[in-house]
């Protein structure tokens, strides 16, 4: 167990539990968590750079003011996980459960969501740029204040999604989604 008091590169976490921690002010460079839990935790002022999250469970844990850059999440979850005021550069989230997760305030350059459920999750007044979602279950999620113009949703289920109409213009989307989304723009469809 490390107590993440100091920077650190070339950081191995294989198989820790950490939980009701809290990190300030560090940064985490070059390194890999293999199967490590972070849960009920909060990072504040924390630089993560270069690092490969593989079988992490990240869950109900707050990040606040952090950086993530060129960082992947493979097989993990962010259940009821919480990004506030973050950065994201260069990032992939792959096959992960992201169940009630919370995007606020995040500015998100070069994001790569593939085969990942964010059921229930919420984006609000996010900035995103060059962003690829497939295959992502958009279930019942919610999104304010953030433009998805140009980004393509249409390999993805978006039932039940809470937005508003210029949240969603310029969105790519299949045939069925707009069946979907008509009624955001107050249309109703009679046979």
Not at 123 to 138: E, I
């Amino acid at each position: 167990m490390i107590d993440f008091s100091e920077d650190y590169i070339w950081l191995e976490l294989d198989n820790e539990k950490y939980e009701n921690i809290e990190v300030k002010g560090i940064t985490i460079d070059r390194s890999r968590f293999t199967k490590t839990s972070i849960i009920e935790s909060i990072f504040t002022n924390v630089v993560f750079s270069d690092i490969e999250f593989n079988h992490c469970d990240l869950s109900n844990t707050k990040f606040l003011d952090c950086s993530f850059k060129n960082c992947k999440f493979i097989n993990c979850k962010w259940v009821g996980t919480n990004f506030i005021n973050n950065h994201f550069t260069n990032i992939e989230l792959k096959d992960s459960v992201c169940k009630y997760c919370n995007l606020v305030d995040t500015k998100i350059k070069e994001f790569n969501c593939q085969d990942t459920d964010l059921n229930s999750s919420s984006f609000f007044s996010l900035t995103l740029k060059k962003v690829y979602f497939d295959n992502v279950n958009m279930t019942n999620m919610e999104i304010e204040e953030t433009l998805l113009a140009g980004i393509d949703l249409s390999t993805c289920t978006i039932s039940g999604l809470k937005t508003t109409p210029s949240c969603i213009k310029g969105v790519k989307i299949n045939f069925v989604q707009a069946m979907e989304l008509v009624s955001l723009l107050g249309i109703i469809v009679v046979d």
